[in-house]
């Protein structure tokens, strides 16, 4: 099941409460004082982990507690710390406070670390209050208790290339040609129901991480459909791939298909709708598409790559076109590839 929402409880260890105490030995009646500190409280630490994908586990969990300092102790011990809680999210995720409504991490970058809610202090023994006027003092510190939060989970995909289209357009065929993933791939709409991933490997060792999401239909930013929700795992991507299906079986025209995807990414976002866009005629291999791919370029205005994902035919010219708008440099794609370690649904 893919979850990409969550709403957690955080709350960090307490610090241990400071030790009254004083010496007791033997032929040592006055001792002085000898409590020592309390442990500080664990801390609460977001991770962002390469073998996590969703954010499932925590749909069942709410609340997550760290560890608390426990209390000091005669003969100068200090208490032991509160052991730290860390919590493994998916690469992507954007963590809001639920109160303010502010973003506080967004975790982007594979083992990406923050501290959400710090832990408390440890309350001073009575040895730490002894004075030269004071020798025996009878006072001490309770511990702080730390931090709590009430947390917004939002999992926004790590992709280079963003993947639309209306139902059956043939991006989730497109997605299976170009990399190793194998989305459902059905004769209905609709047959993606969440986001896939796919890795598109290109000569010289060159690497494209693709997102799929579920078709739009006209309407979508206002709950048609399976509404636009899913766009937000296309909004890191740098380039959009508009998929237009130049002979579908509604006899629809493609260009309209076409302004129906661009109107939805702008009632979205502009920021999405502004991005650089690579528009795709798909099913060439069926009767007509060479003329309908023609004619779409011709009433769109601007460069149209052809192509039939059921048959593979224009894929590398996709590919290099693809690659050319991400203007990334070979040399950072390599030390990008070797660096940083995939999720496992994309190795």
């Known amino acids: 099941m893919f979850i990409d929402e969550a709403e957690i409880h955080v709350r960090a260890g307490k610090g241990g409460d ?7 030995e033997k032929f040592e009646e ?3 004082p000898d409590g020592g500190a309390g442990g500080d409280g664990g801390d609460v630490i977001l991770h962002a982990s390469p073998n996590v994908e969703t954010l499932m586990d925590f749909k069942g969990k709410h609340h997550w507690r760290a ?10 011990r200090t208490g032991p710390s509160g052991t ?4 493994d999210l998916p690469v992507g995720t954007m963590v809001y406070d639920v109160e303010t409504g502010v973003l506080l991490k967004d975790l982007a970058e594979v083992g990406e670390r923050c501290c959400i809610a710090r832990g408390g202090t440890g309350g001073r023994g009575n040895r730490s209050f002894a004075t030269a006027t004071q020798q025996a003092p009878r006072e001490f510190e309770l511990g702080t ?18 993947l639309v289209g209306l139902p059956n357009a043939g991006k989730s065929t497109l997605l299976s040609r170009l990399t190793k993933a194998r989305p459902k791939i059905a004769a209905y709409p609709f047959t993606t129901l969440k986001p896939q991933l796919g890795i598109a490997e290109l000569s010289g060792g060159r690497r494209v991480v693709l997102a799929d999401i579920p078709g739009l239909i006209e309407g979508a930013h206002t ?12 909004e890191r991507t740098r380039v959009i791939v508009h998929v237009v299906d130049v002979c579908p079986v509604d006899e629809g025209s493609p260009v309209d298909a076409y302004h129906t995807i661009r109107a939805e990414l702008r009632q979205h976002s502009d920021t999405l709708a502004d991005k650089p866009e690579l528009v795709v005629a798909n099913k060439l291999d069926l009767t007509g598409g060479e003329e309908a791919a023609k004619e779409l370029a011709d009433a769109l205005g601007k460069p149209v790559v052809a192509i039939s994902a059921a048959t593979g035919k224009g894929l590398d010219v996709l590919s290099e076109r693809i690659w050319a708008l991400l203007g990334r440099d070979p040399v950072e794609e390599d030390r990008r590839e ?4 995939l999720p496992p649904h994309l190795r």
């Not at 608390?68 to 102790?73: D, F, M, Q, V």
């Not at 730290?84 to 919590?87: A, D, F, G, H």
């Not at 709590?148 to 939002?154: F, N, S, T, W």
């Open 18 to 24: 400071g030790c009254l105490s004083f010496r007791r």
């Open 30 to 32: 006055f001792g002085g």
């Open 67 to 76: 560890g608390n300092g426990l209390p000091g102790e005669g003969s100068n």
């Open 84 to 87: 730290e809680l860390v919590i």
């Open 145 to 162: 208790p730390g931090e709590e939060r009430q947390l917004r989970l939002e999992l926004k995909l790590i992709a280079d290339v963003g």
């Open 223 to 234: 709950g048609a459909g399976l509404g636009d929700a899913f766009l937000r795992h296309i």
């Open 338 to 341: 070797f660096d940083l370690p």
